[in-house]
């Protein structure tokens, strides 16, 4: 990948990576040594950059993801048991010719998380019961022909309450907020800053422990994408990146506890926590969701 596809101004961070202004760094240079950006950013940052045959194989991996989402959504009502979620995503993936990444995944037991109310990511599917007026976030990531793609949803169980609209709508407004950040030439700092700033701004909390990642030829690649930070810190976002953004927004407070089952993540304060996630590649224009959805 040459340099020259990226759109940096003058007083912007280095396409490079160096942390310099582009005018003080690279801005000119580009002919003279037709800089490997694929080469860089895996020395600098272990960073695997995505060609365009593996950005097709991973938009397959989302579309399915996608499909999967869509019939988990379509059996979420009051009354199931949360392990019903489970043994739907397992069936449809292993159709589909994949495999659930969850699934042994450092010993994690199950195909799919199934996060309730007050439990913030990695709920294990169980004997837990949906009742009217939960919410539940599932999050699916299955692998095809070798290629990952991440993705989950927050839904309405029945009829929702105020809590219930307000968390899931301000938790889906971040992942919006944090993607329109994604673009060539910003940084992963520019990401979690439109994040944390309009959850706190709302009111809420951005979850610390958990950040979106790199992903693709792997479950969970470099770099990490928090979702906090500050304004132009942080890695420089260069075309065929692919990660995920993935708030976790807590309608109290930020902090949080993990059960015994050495899994599942509740908010510490028991207040309701919704999530949405996507798999995005950065293109030289911007972004595309390789899971795409709203
Ligand atoms: N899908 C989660 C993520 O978005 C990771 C789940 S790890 C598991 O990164 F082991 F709990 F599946
Ligand atoms: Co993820
Ligand atoms: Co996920």
Same mark, same amino acid.
């Given at each position: 990948m040459n340099m020259k596809l990226q759109r940096a101004g *003058? /007083? &912007? =961070?280095?396409p490079c990576g160096s942390g310099l202004k582009y005018k003080k760094c690279c801005l000119g240079k580009?002919?003279? %040594?037709? $800089? &490997?950006l694929k080469q860089l950013y895996f020395k600098k940052y272990q960073i695997r950059l995505k060609g365009p045959e593996d950005i097709a194989a991973i938009q397959k991996a989302g579309r399915l993801a996608l499909d999967i989402l869509d019939r988990v959504e379509a059996m979420i009502? =009051? %009354?199931?048991?949360t392990d019903e979620i489970n043994t739907l995503v397992d069936a449809l993936t292993s159709a589909a010719g994949g495999v659930s990444? =969850?699934?042994?995944?450092? %010993?994690? =037991?199950?195909s799919v998380c199934v996060s309730v109310n007050? $439990?913030?990511?990695?709920g294990i599917p169980g004997a837990r019961v949906l009742n009217d007026g939960d919410i539940v976030n599932v999050d699916v990531t299955p692998i095809l022909n070798g290629y990952y793609a991440d993705c989950n949803k927050t839904f309405f169980v029945g009829t929702p309450g105020a809590d219930a609209r307000k968390i899931v709508t301000v938790s889906r407004e971040c992942l919006r907020l944090g993607m329109a950040a994604v673009r060539p030439g910003n940084t992963v700092g520019d990401i979690g800053w439109a994040i944390q700033q309009y959850a706190e701004n709302q009111g809420c909390s951005v979850v610390r422990e958990f950040v979106g990642h790199g992903v693709g030829f792997d479950f969970h690649e470099a770099p990490q994408i928090p979702h906090y930070g500050r304004k132009r810190q942080g890695v420089v976002l260069v075309p065929g990146m692919v990660f995920t953004i993935e708030p976790m927004i /807590?309608?109290? *407070?930020k902090e949080l506890r993990v059960l015994g089952d050495q899994w599942t993540a509740v908010t510490a304060d028991g207040s309701l926590s919704a999530q949405f996630e996507q798999t995005l590649l950065v293109t030289p224009s911007g972004f595309e969701s390789l899971t795409p959805f709203d």
């Open positions: *003058r /007083n &912007d =961070p280095c580009e002919t003279a %040594g037709r $800089v &490997d009502r =009051p %009354g199931i048991a990444a =969850p699934l042994n995944y450092r %010993g994690y =037991p199950k007050e $439990v913030i990511c990695h /807590n309608l109290g *407070r």
